[in-house]
Protein backbone atom coordinates (compact mmCIF):
# COMPACT_ATOMS: atom_id res chain seq x y z
CA UNK A 1 0.00 0.00 0.00
CA UNK A 2 1.13 3.37 -0.93
CA UNK A 3 1.81 6.18 1.46
CA UNK A 4 -0.36 8.21 -0.15
CA UNK A 5 -3.01 5.51 0.37
CA UNK A 6 -2.46 5.03 3.80
CA UNK A 7 -3.10 8.46 4.49
CA UNK A 8 -6.44 8.62 2.76
CA UNK A 9 -7.63 5.53 5.26
CA UNK A 10 -5.91 6.63 7.82
CA UNK A 11 -8.10 9.99 7.57
CA UNK A 12 -11.56 8.06 6.60
CA UNK A 13 -10.93 5.80 9.25
CA UNK A 14 -11.03 8.95 11.78
CA UNK A 15 -13.54 10.59 9.95
CA UNK A 16 -15.81 7.58 10.66
CA UNK A 17 -14.84 7.22 14.14
CA UNK A 18 -15.97 10.96 14.66
CA UNK A 19 -19.11 10.15 13.48
CA UNK A 20 -19.84 6.94 14.89
CA UNK A 21 -19.06 9.05 18.40
CA UNK A 22 -21.05 11.71 17.80
CA UNK A 23 -24.09 9.32 16.45
CA UNK A 24 -23.41 8.04 19.75
CA UNK A 25 -23.82 10.79 21.55
CA UNK A 26 -26.40 12.37 19.80
CA UNK A 27 -29.92 13.35 22.32
CA UNK A 28 -33.03 11.94 22.06
CA UNK A 29 -36.33 13.16 22.72
CA UNK A 30 -38.09 13.22 26.46
CA UNK A 31 -42.10 12.83 26.46
CA UNK A 32 -44.12 12.55 29.47
CA UNK A 33 -47.66 11.11 30.00
CA UNK A 34 -49.15 12.30 33.41
CA UNK A 35 -51.79 9.84 35.34
CA UNK A 36 -53.43 10.70 38.20
CA UNK A 37 -50.35 10.78 40.65
CA UNK A 38 -48.25 9.29 37.97
CA UNK A 39 -46.04 10.78 34.90
CA UNK A 40 -44.67 8.13 33.01
CA UNK A 41 -40.96 9.40 31.42
CA UNK A 42 -39.93 7.90 27.79
CA UNK A 43 -36.36 8.93 26.30
CA UNK A 44 -36.15 8.20 22.57
CA UNK A 45 -39.46 6.58 22.68
CA UNK A 46 -38.59 3.88 24.85
CA UNK A 47 -39.69 3.76 28.85
CA UNK A 48 -37.45 4.86 30.63
CA UNK A 49 -38.83 5.48 34.59
CA UNK A 50 -42.40 6.96 35.93
CA UNK A 51 -42.66 9.65 38.63
CA UNK A 52 -45.17 8.73 41.24
CA UNK A 53 -46.33 11.29 43.85
CA UNK A 54 -49.76 9.39 45.34
CA UNK A 55 -50.06 11.35 48.91
CA UNK A 56 -51.35 8.09 49.66
CA UNK A 57 -47.63 6.98 50.14
CA UNK A 58 -44.95 8.60 52.48
CA UNK A 59 -42.84 10.04 49.96
CA UNK A 60 -42.21 10.68 46.46
CA UNK A 61 -40.56 8.63 44.29
CA UNK A 62 -38.99 7.64 40.39
CA UNK A 63 -38.83 3.68 40.01
CA UNK A 64 -37.79 1.71 37.88
CA UNK A 65 -35.13 3.05 36.12
CA UNK A 66 -33.70 1.99 32.98
CA UNK A 67 -30.53 1.89 31.06
CA UNK A 68 -29.92 2.77 27.20
CA UNK A 69 -30.64 -0.60 26.38
CA UNK A 70 -33.58 -1.11 28.80
CA UNK A 71 -31.89 -3.00 31.54
CA UNK A 72 -33.40 -2.05 34.58
CA UNK A 73 -30.88 -1.36 37.09
CA UNK A 74 -32.79 -0.31 40.04
CA UNK A 75 -34.58 -2.84 42.88
CA UNK A 76 -38.33 -4.50 41.93
CA UNK A 77 -40.04 -3.37 45.46
CA UNK A 78 -41.89 -1.77 47.21
CA UNK A 79 -44.52 -1.47 44.80
CA UNK A 80 -46.91 1.60 46.52
CA UNK A 81 -47.31 0.36 49.83
CA UNK A 82 -46.58 -3.03 50.00
CA UNK A 83 -43.52 -5.39 49.92
CA UNK A 84 -44.35 -8.62 47.51
CA UNK A 85 -45.02 -11.58 49.20
CA UNK A 86 -41.78 -12.97 47.13
CA UNK A 87 -39.32 -10.38 48.59
CA UNK A 88 -40.35 -10.32 52.27
CA UNK A 89 -37.92 -12.14 53.45
CA UNK A 90 -35.10 -10.80 51.21
CA UNK A 91 -32.37 -9.58 52.72
CA UNK A 92 -31.34 -6.10 53.76
CA UNK A 93 -35.22 -5.98 53.01
CA UNK A 94 -35.43 -2.01 54.35
CA UNK A 95 -39.20 -1.97 52.26
CA UNK A 96 -38.71 2.69 52.69
CA UNK A 97 -35.52 2.31 50.55
CA UNK A 98 -37.40 3.26 47.07
CA UNK A 99 -35.66 3.17 43.65
CA UNK A 100 -34.98 6.59 43.73
CA UNK A 101 -36.29 9.08 46.49
CA UNK A 102 -34.78 12.24 48.42
CA UNK A 103 -35.77 12.13 52.74
CA UNK A 104 -34.30 12.24 55.61
CA UNK A 105 -34.56 10.01 58.93
CA UNK A 106 -34.47 13.46 61.15
CA UNK A 107 -36.45 16.22 60.30
CA UNK A 108 -38.12 18.23 63.65
CA UNK A 109 -37.74 14.74 65.19
CA UNK A 110 -39.42 13.08 62.20
CA UNK A 111 -38.75 10.28 60.80
CA UNK A 112 -38.89 10.88 56.99
CA UNK A 113 -36.55 8.21 55.56
CA UNK A 114 -38.68 5.80 57.29
CA UNK A 115 -42.00 4.83 56.45
CA UNK A 116 -45.19 4.24 59.09
CA UNK A 117 -46.80 1.38 56.56
CA UNK A 118 -43.69 -0.51 56.84
CA UNK A 119 -43.64 -0.02 60.50
CA UNK A 120 -44.16 -3.70 61.02
CA UNK A 121 -40.92 -4.60 59.27
CA UNK A 122 -39.07 -2.27 61.57
CA UNK A 123 -39.97 -3.62 64.84
CA UNK A 124 -40.79 -0.59 66.01
CA UNK A 125 -43.56 0.47 68.97
CA UNK A 126 -47.23 2.28 67.41
CA UNK A 127 -46.13 5.31 68.69
CA UNK A 128 -42.85 5.85 66.84
CA UNK A 129 -42.94 9.28 65.01
CA UNK A 130 -42.86 9.43 61.23
CA UNK A 131 -43.26 12.19 58.71
CA UNK A 132 -44.45 12.40 55.07
CA UNK A 133 -44.47 13.92 51.63
CA UNK A 134 -47.84 15.16 50.85
CA UNK A 135 -48.70 16.25 46.83
CA UNK A 136 -49.31 19.96 46.47
CA UNK A 137 -49.18 20.74 42.61
CA UNK A 138 -46.82 20.05 39.17
CA UNK A 139 -45.38 23.71 38.66
CA UNK A 140 -43.80 22.36 35.17
CA UNK A 141 -43.53 19.33 33.13
CA UNK A 142 -42.07 20.21 29.71
CA UNK A 143 -40.45 17.67 27.40
CA UNK A 144 -38.60 18.46 24.55
CA UNK A 145 -35.91 17.12 21.89
CA UNK A 146 -32.98 16.87 23.82
CA UNK A 147 -34.08 16.90 27.47
CA UNK A 148 -37.14 17.32 29.69
CA UNK A 149 -38.15 18.48 32.73
CA UNK A 150 -40.72 17.97 35.87
CA UNK A 151 -41.07 20.18 39.03
CA UNK A 152 -43.38 19.55 41.93
CA UNK A 153 -44.23 20.99 45.49
CA UNK A 154 -44.74 19.07 48.89
CA UNK A 155 -45.54 19.48 52.18
CA UNK A 156 -43.90 17.97 54.61
CA UNK A 157 -46.02 17.17 57.48
CA UNK A 158 -46.41 15.83 61.03
CA UNK A 159 -48.33 12.98 61.91
CA UNK A 160 -51.08 15.39 63.32
CA UNK A 161 -50.76 17.15 59.60
CA UNK A 162 -49.15 20.40 60.80
CA UNK A 163 -46.95 21.50 57.77
CA UNK A 164 -43.10 21.97 59.16
CA UNK A 165 -41.74 22.99 55.70
CA UNK A 166 -42.27 22.92 51.74
CA UNK A 167 -40.05 21.26 49.24
CA UNK A 168 -39.53 21.93 45.85
CA UNK A 169 -38.23 18.72 43.57
CA UNK A 170 -37.04 19.47 40.09
CA UNK A 171 -35.99 16.22 37.68
CA UNK A 172 -34.02 16.85 34.07
CA UNK A 173 -34.20 14.13 32.03
CA UNK A 174 -31.42 13.78 29.26
CA UNK A 175 -30.28 10.34 27.20
CA UNK A 176 -28.80 9.11 24.04
CA UNK A 177 -27.39 5.40 22.56
CA UNK A 178 -24.94 4.79 25.44
CA UNK A 179 -26.31 6.96 28.54
CA UNK A 180 -29.52 8.09 30.95
CA UNK A 181 -28.83 10.93 32.83
CA UNK A 182 -30.95 13.18 35.46
CA UNK A 183 -30.35 16.07 37.20
CA UNK A 184 -31.82 16.21 40.40
CA UNK A 185 -32.57 19.43 42.49
CA UNK A 186 -34.23 19.38 46.06
CA UNK A 187 -34.92 22.69 48.23
CA UNK A 188 -36.61 22.44 51.51
CA UNK A 189 -37.89 25.61 52.32
CA UNK A 190 -38.25 26.50 56.28
CA UNK A 191 -42.19 29.03 55.25
CA UNK A 192 -43.40 27.79 58.69
CA UNK A 193 -40.62 28.28 61.05
CA UNK A 194 -37.62 27.08 61.73
CA UNK A 195 -36.52 23.46 60.08
CA UNK A 196 -33.92 21.03 61.73
CA UNK A 197 -31.95 18.55 59.74
CA UNK A 198 -31.05 16.10 62.93
CA UNK A 199 -27.25 13.95 62.47
CA UNK A 200 -28.42 10.75 61.88
CA UNK A 201 -26.74 8.43 58.85
CA UNK A 202 -30.34 7.34 57.90
CA UNK A 203 -30.49 9.70 54.62
CA UNK A 204 -30.81 11.48 52.16
CA UNK A 205 -31.07 11.01 48.33
CA UNK A 206 -31.01 7.53 48.05
CA UNK A 207 -31.40 5.26 45.44
CA UNK A 208 -31.72 1.15 45.55
CA UNK A 209 -29.77 -0.46 43.46
CA UNK A 210 -30.48 -3.94 41.49
CA UNK A 211 -29.17 -7.15 43.36
CA UNK A 212 -26.51 -7.54 40.64
CA UNK A 213 -24.91 -4.32 41.30
CA UNK A 214 -25.00 -5.16 45.12
CA UNK A 215 -21.49 -5.13 45.99
CA UNK A 216 -20.54 -8.23 45.60
CA UNK A 217 -21.36 -9.31 43.09
CA UNK A 218 -20.99 -6.04 41.75
CA UNK A 219 -18.24 -3.15 41.92
CA UNK A 220 -18.60 -0.09 44.36
CA UNK A 221 -15.68 2.84 43.57
CA UNK A 222 -15.53 6.72 44.37
CA UNK A 223 -13.74 9.47 43.27
CA UNK A 224 -11.22 8.75 45.31
CA UNK A 225 -10.38 5.08 43.95
CA UNK A 226 -11.66 3.88 47.39
CA UNK A 227 -13.89 0.38 47.00
CA UNK A 228 -16.02 -1.19 48.34
CA UNK A 229 -18.47 -0.52 51.19
CA UNK A 230 -15.17 -0.70 53.42
CA UNK A 231 -13.54 2.00 51.44
CA UNK A 232 -16.76 3.96 50.88
CA UNK A 233 -19.38 4.05 53.55
CA UNK A 234 -19.11 7.20 55.64
CA UNK A 235 -16.30 9.01 54.04
CA UNK A 236 -16.45 12.01 51.72
CA UNK A 237 -15.95 11.97 47.59
CA UNK A 238 -17.31 13.88 44.97
CA UNK A 239 -19.15 10.39 43.12
CA UNK A 240 -19.50 7.12 43.48
CA UNK A 241 -20.09 4.34 40.85
CA UNK A 242 -21.82 1.06 41.07
CA UNK A 243 -21.27 -1.08 38.18
CA UNK A 244 -21.64 -5.03 37.00
CA UNK A 245 -23.68 -7.17 35.08
CA UNK A 246 -27.49 -7.49 34.84
CA UNK A 247 -29.33 -9.19 32.14
CA UNK A 248 -26.39 -9.64 30.59
CA UNK A 249 -25.71 -6.12 30.02
CA UNK A 250 -22.17 -4.62 31.63
CA UNK A 251 -23.67 -0.98 33.34
CA UNK A 252 -23.18 0.79 35.81
CA UNK A 253 -25.08 4.18 37.75
CA UNK A 254 -22.94 7.02 39.41
CA UNK A 255 -24.36 9.96 41.39
CA UNK A 256 -22.47 13.06 41.19
CA UNK A 257 -22.15 15.37 43.85
CA UNK A 258 -22.93 19.15 42.64
CA UNK A 259 -20.41 21.52 43.87
CA UNK A 260 -23.25 23.78 44.42
CA UNK A 261 -25.09 21.39 46.77
CA UNK A 262 -25.06 21.30 50.73
CA UNK A 263 -22.16 20.39 52.12
CA UNK A 264 -19.83 19.54 48.99
CA UNK A 265 -18.49 16.86 49.15
CA UNK A 266 -21.35 15.11 50.50
CA UNK A 267 -20.34 11.81 52.75
CA UNK A 268 -21.74 8.45 51.38
CA UNK A 269 -23.78 6.08 53.35
CA UNK A 270 -23.34 3.44 50.38
CA UNK A 271 -23.79 0.02 51.17
CA UNK A 272 -22.50 -3.25 49.43
CA UNK A 273 -26.09 -5.09 50.04
CA UNK A 274 -27.33 -2.01 47.62
CA UNK A 275 -28.16 1.54 49.34
CA UNK A 276 -26.85 4.48 47.36
CA UNK A 277 -27.13 7.41 49.29
CA UNK A 278 -25.62 10.70 49.71
CA UNK A 279 -25.65 12.17 53.28
CA UNK A 280 -24.68 15.46 54.32
CA UNK A 281 -25.61 15.74 57.70
CA UNK A 282 -24.79 11.82 59.26
CA UNK A 283 -21.70 13.06 60.77
CA UNK A 284 -21.17 11.73 63.93
CA UNK A 285 -22.08 8.61 63.01
CA UNK A 286 -19.66 8.07 59.66
CA UNK A 287 -16.57 9.81 61.37
CA UNK A 288 -17.55 7.52 64.50
CA UNK A 289 -16.82 10.76 66.95
CA UNK A 290 -19.83 11.60 68.88
CA UNK A 291 -18.52 15.16 69.21
CA UNK A 292 -19.39 15.86 66.34
CA UNK A 293 -22.60 17.43 64.93
CA UNK A 294 -24.04 17.20 61.51
CA UNK A 295 -27.29 18.38 62.15
CA UNK A 296 -28.33 21.73 60.30
CA UNK A 297 -31.17 24.60 61.13
CA UNK A 298 -32.73 26.17 58.32
CA UNK A 299 -33.74 29.17 59.37
CA UNK A 300 -37.27 30.74 58.77
CA UNK A 301 -37.86 32.08 55.71
CA UNK A 302 -34.49 30.28 54.18
CA UNK A 303 -33.87 27.27 52.21
CA UNK A 304 -31.36 24.43 51.82
CA UNK A 305 -30.17 23.29 48.52
CA UNK A 306 -29.08 19.73 47.21
CA UNK A 307 -28.00 19.09 43.52
CA UNK A 308 -26.67 15.73 42.11
CA UNK A 309 -26.68 14.00 39.08
CA UNK A 310 -27.25 10.52 38.39
CA UNK A 311 -25.61 8.63 35.39
CA UNK A 312 -26.86 4.99 34.37
CA UNK A 313 -23.91 4.25 31.91
CA UNK A 314 -23.20 0.95 29.47
CA UNK A 315 -19.93 -0.77 30.49
CA UNK A 316 -17.93 -0.61 33.61
CA UNK A 317 -16.97 3.37 35.09
CA UNK A 318 -13.58 3.25 33.38
CA UNK A 319 -15.45 2.64 30.13
CA UNK A 320 -18.21 5.08 30.89
CA UNK A 321 -15.23 7.68 31.50
CA UNK A 322 -17.49 8.67 35.00
CA UNK A 323 -14.31 10.47 36.58
CA UNK A 324 -14.43 12.96 33.20
CA UNK A 325 -17.90 12.95 33.12
CA UNK A 326 -18.10 14.33 36.48
CA UNK A 327 -15.53 16.61 35.87
CA UNK A 328 -17.46 18.14 32.62
CA UNK A 329 -20.67 18.03 35.36
CA UNK A 330 -18.49 20.07 37.69
CA UNK A 331 -17.76 22.80 35.51
CA UNK A 332 -20.86 23.46 34.87
CA UNK A 333 -22.30 23.62 38.10
CA UNK A 334 -19.82 26.17 38.76
Not at 38 to 66: C, H, M, N, W
Not at 101 to 113: P, S
Not at 225 to 234: C, D, M, N, T
Not at 305 to 328: N, T
Amino acid sequence: MSHKKAIVLFVFAGAFCFLSSAAAGAAEPVQFQRKGYEISVTIGGKPFTTYYFDPAVAKAYLQPLRSAQGTIVTRSYPIGNTVPPANRHDHALEPHQRPLYFAHGDIDGLDFWGEEAFNKYYGRGGSYAYGRMVFRKIDEMRGGPDSGMIQAEFDLVSPSKRVIATETQTFTFRGDSQTRTIDCQFVVHADHGPVVFGDTKEGTFGIRVAPELNSPPGHMVDSNGAVGEKGIWGTRANWVDYDGTVHGEDVGIAVFDSPRSFRHPTYWHARGYGLFAANPFGISYFTRDPLQDGSWTIQPGKSLLFRYRVLIHHGDYKQAHVAEAYRQYAEQEH
